[in-house]
């Protein structure tokens, strides 16, 4: 390969690593390829049927938000977090708010699949300072809209969270009913409070490599104190 293809080949790799489509679907593949799913569940018991949060828009609110460290991929050692959420318009038969998961790198690159679900979320671009100092915990307890799509693996049905978005302004959202869960590994929080598929995550946890810049929750900042007070967080 001449030099100059070998440019345009490395340029080319560059574009698409930046490409938040394509990291969606890198993360789509990881997940399929570990056997796990963001499906809202009635049980995690094996071979229980589970319960499929319907397609299309639901109101809902964040729960859980669980910094599962360094988990190995098909394309490298991954910084992820993992984010719950109720939907109170959808009730499992015990009559709680079915739950669904999303996992993200753990990235607040401008073209990060977390940093554009948190700006569509908020209804407002982050500033380069505030994607820096932005503290995941401040999403708890906050309503958003969810967009729920459902794919075909393997001759099973996941439900996925396509899309987050903020609220119309003035639609009301019912109150929380799980408690919140906010698990940071780096800080030696208890495993036992996590549903038994993220304590799995979290035990299976291992190292970053030298080159990796996502950060763990303790070692972020606090979220700015200049965000608008309209804004949710």
């Not at 094996?46 to 991929?73: I, N, W």
């Not at 009559?95 to 209804?123: Q, V």
């Not at 302004?169 to 208890?190: H, R, T, Y």
């Not at 409070?193 to 490599?209: F, Y």
């Amino acid at each position: 390969m001449s030099a100059a293809a070998r440019e345009a080949f490395n340029d080319w790799q560059r574009e698409l690593l930046l490409d938040p489509d394509y990291q969606q679907w890198l993360d789509d593949l990881d997940r399929k390829s570990r056997g796990e799913n963001e499906m809202s569940f009635i049980s995690k018991n094996s071979g229980e049927d589970f319960k499929l949060v319907p397609e299309g828009t639901h109101l809902a609110r964040c729960y859980l938000m669980v910094d599962v460290g360094y988990q190995e991929t098909n394309f490298g050692t991954k910084l992820q977090v993992v984010l719950g959420f109720e939907i109170p318009g959808e009730l499992m038969d015990d009559g709680r708010p079915m739950i669904i998961y999303k996992t993200f790198t753990n990235s607040m690159h401008e073209k990060a699949t977390l940093r554009i679900s948190i700006e569509s979320w908020r209804g407002k671009k982050l500033t380069e300072t505030e994607a820096r100092a932005f503290d995941l915990r401040n999403v708890l307890g906050h309503p958003c809209q969810l967009s729920i799509v459902h794919r075909d693996v393997g001759g099973r049905t996941y439900a996925n969270i396509a899309a987050i978005t903020g609220l119309p302004k003035g639609l009301p959202v019912p109150e929380q009913v799980n408690p919140s869960i906010c698990f940071d590994i780096d800080a030696g929080d208890d495993p036992s409070i996590l549903p038994n598929w993220l304590q799995t995550k979290v035990a299976e946890a291992g190292s970053g490599d030298a080159g990796e810049t996502t950060q763990g929750l303790a070692d972020q900042a606090a979220a700015d104190e200049n965000f608008d007070d309209d804004i949710p967080f």
